[in-house]
């Protein structure tokens, strides 16, 4: 009977093995920078996050018109949806897709206030990115629109015939 080696030991342990994922060097990199070394407001309590949130959603009701009138619209699509008594898979279509659209607004104003910081020359790249962020607002609201049409008209069209039909 043939002994192995130690070579044939090394490779026959588990501990030899290769690990089978191992991190990119970009990714540790990535990973190992902490926030707190870079920035000057870091969160330290769950509160604060949400205060902050909260302060970004304000902020936007203040000064961004787009989203006043986003909120007017989403505050009257949801009356029109509780009038109409959609079921709850309705609803969630419904929430998921106004959210998406606050979502791009949120992304592209901060993408608009980022260029503005690094770019307060005018720069064809930063005008690109504004356009681009101002794009995927558009893209999400015709989407919107397109959505709530399919999920409310029908509803509605069954709650309106009777009364202008008469």
């Keep these: 009977m043939k002994t192995p080696t130690q070579a044939e030991t090394d490779t026959a342990s588990p501990d030899a093995r290769r690990p089978r994922f191992v991190f990119h060097p970009d990714t540790l990199e990535t990973l190992n920078a902490r926030p707190e ?3 000057p407001i870091v969160s330290t309590s769950r509160l604060n996050s949400l205060r902050y949130a909260l302060a970004g959603w304000l902020y936007m009701l203040r000064y961004q018109k787009n989203t006043r009138i986003q909120a007017v619209f989403s505050v009257a699509t949801m009356a029109l949806a509780l009038w109409l008594g959609l079921p709850p898979r309705d609803w ?6 106004i959210t998406i659209n606050w979502m791009a607004e949120f992304i592209n104003a901060a993408l608009e206030a980022v260029v503005n910081l690094a770019s307060p020359q005018l720069h064809p790249m930063a005008r690109v990115c504004k ?3 101002a794009a995927a607002v558009l893209l999400a609201s015709v989407a919107a629109v397109i959505i709530g049409a399919f999920i409310l008209a029908p509803p509605l069209l069954e709650r309106l015939l009777p009364v202008f039909a008469r």
């Design 92 to 97: 969630a279509v419904l929430v998921l897709i």
């Design 37 to 39: 070394d870079y920035s």
């Design 131 to 133: 356009d681009v962020g």
